[in-house]
């Protein structure tokens, strides 16, 4: 939960951008009575002119810059396509533990079985008798109960986990929402979603990196990394 006035506030990369010369984060400005707005490194703002080499940052024209890079780089077709493959190739992994993990308890119940039968024979036959071997019944009884509650488990898991791969139109339909999101949902809304994935944004110069994270990637899989197109000087104090 963003307190009341980050919530609120203007800029879209806020606590996300930082310099690439000092580490300080980007800090949200206006000038001209609000008519202009930039994005300026934590240290220039409080420090002033030389304290660090960051400029001065165009706010709509660099959170443009980022936005048109999410929607080409990560939400594209081609990207979430990969995405779903990825996920099902690990859940496929999973899967193939889970089967070899539901063969053995399904062999161990069989086990169990044969283990009750065999006692309740000898009860039946007179060879042994019920008070001699009436905690190893309970034993068995228990270990089966405990045997039968996880293979439960695991098939409901099984049943669970696997993930489609969508078609090329729902796919079509899922980056159009997502773009679509990106350029026309309102402030908070973009906000919310991008801090969803996105860990950082980095500017050194005219060079930004944006590092971000998939939630459902595998585990080898968790971080990329890539630059964002070079912001260009139109000259004075202020970049865009």
């Known amino acids: 939960k963003a307190p009341p006035g980050r919530a609120s506030s203007p800029f879209l990369l806020s606590d996300l951008a930082y310099c690439g010369y000092c580490g300080k984060a980007l800090v949200g400005t206006s000038a001209k009575g609000g008519q202009f707005f930039y994005y300026v490194c934590g240290t220039l703002d409080k420090k002033g002119s030389g304290s660090c080499q960051a400029k001065y940052l165009n706010a709509g024209k660099f ?12 939400f594209s077709k081609d990207h979430l ?16 533990s889970s089967r070899g993990e539901l063969n053995l308890i399904t062999d161990t119940i069989e086990d169990v079985n044969h283990r009750l039968e065999h006692l309740y024979d000898a009860i039946e036959t007179g ?20 045997l039968q509650t996880r293979r439960l488990e695991i098939e409901s898991q099984m049943s669970d986990k696997k993930v489609g791969l969508a078609d090329l ?58 630059g964002v197109l070079h912001t260009v000087q139109y000259g004075g104090r202020y970049w865009t």
């Open 127 to 146: 060879k042994l008798d019920l008070d001699d071997i009436v905690v190893r019944i309970r034993e068995l009884r228990s270990r089966q109960d405990l």
């Open 169 to 226: 139109e729902s796919i079509t339909e899922c980056v159009d929402d997502l773009h679509e999101l990106l350029t026309e949902g309102s402030p908070a809304e973009r906000r919310t979603f991008i801090r969803g994935f996105v860990k950082e944004v980095k500017v050194t110069g005219n060079e930004v990196v944006l590092s971000y994270t998939m939630p459902i990637l595998p585990d080898n899989m968790t971080m990329d990394e890539d």
């Open 63 to 74: 959170e443009s810059l980022v936005i048109d890079q999410i929607n080409t780089r990560i």
């Open 81 to 96: 396509i990969n995405l779903v493959r990825m996920v099902n190739e690990e859940v496929d992994s999973t899967m193939n």
